[in-house]
């Protein structure tokens, strides 16, 4: 049996334990989402993910299935303790389930969450997917070319792409992609270009047209021990720091209120349905954060990142 990778089995442990209202026996989680493993390499995955998802900030909590008796304990996540602000998996700090939470609307992931459900249904799984409303994200990846790379990662196939840089004509490179990451605020591929002999990153914005898959899926291994978000932290070039006042509703925001260094309550907003707090924030990229959080964020400046969050908004209400 191929194995699952490892990005799309924590969302799959992490769906699992959030739509379900009671505990989750460990055999029913090893029978849906590690099916095939022995005993040994079971109970190290499921120990290592479990652990992964907890250093994320995801509660998982264990208990007994039976009230009455002490049985075998359970797993699940609660909705209402998954929800707290302090435990938000917003933002370019979270590792790889943070990306897959970025693009959960995105085709491909999308359709594993389904298939995650499916499975669960189809196992006589009674399941609340309303449940997965509080890690659902209101953006896409909205690159053309992340779909290719995306694939390409996972399969392990060399990419072909044409790239241009700025003042420089376009060039076709050759690369063996590792991962595909959001740093300050852009979509790059990282891994090993072909061409130079040498690990890169490229900005996905830049790729012309369409990239091309060229080679033979599992050409190609990650090294060993690489940090694909290390490797976009130390070569993509560092973006200027932006100082923003944000207006946010009084009682949400709270992933802009920890990173605020300046704070005014009840200010004037652009409506009255709620009290309003003017914050000011320094940070490389804030339209994600700020559309994050809906009508209950408003950019007053800098006119850059107000234009910004605007154009991205209609972008969304022209695709609907």
Known sequence: MAAVPKSERLLNLLIMLLVQRRYVAKDRIREILYPGQSDDAFEKMFERDKEELRSLGVPIEVGNLDAYFDDEPGYRIRPDEFALPEISLAGDEASVLGLAAKVWEHARLAEVTSDAVRKLTAAGVPVDVSALDIVQPRLAADE???????????????????????????????????????????????????????????????????????????????????????????????????????????????????????????????DDATGWDRLTVEEAELADEVLSFGAAAYVEGPAELRDEVVRRLRAVVDAS
């Open 144 to 270: 053309p070319a992340f779909d290719v790379f995306w694939e390409a990662t996972h399969t392990r196939t060399p990419v072909a792409f044409d790239y241009h840089r700025a003042g420089q004509p376009v060039a076709t490179r050759h690369l063996q992609p590792w991962g595909v990451v959001r740093y300050s605020g852009r979509w790059y591929a990282v891994g090993l270009d072909t061409d130079r002999g040498e690990e890169r990153v490229f900005r996905l914005s830049r790729v012309d047209g369409e990239p091309r898959l060229d080679g033979a899926p599992g050409s190609f291994e990650v090294p060993e021990g690489t940090d694909v978000r290390g490797v976009a932290r130390r070569l993509a070039p560092a973006r200027a720091v932006t100082s923003a006042s944000i207006l946010v509703r009084q009682g949400a925001g709270h992933g802009l209120r920890r990173k605020a260094i300046a704070v005014e309550s009840d200010v004037v907003g652009p």
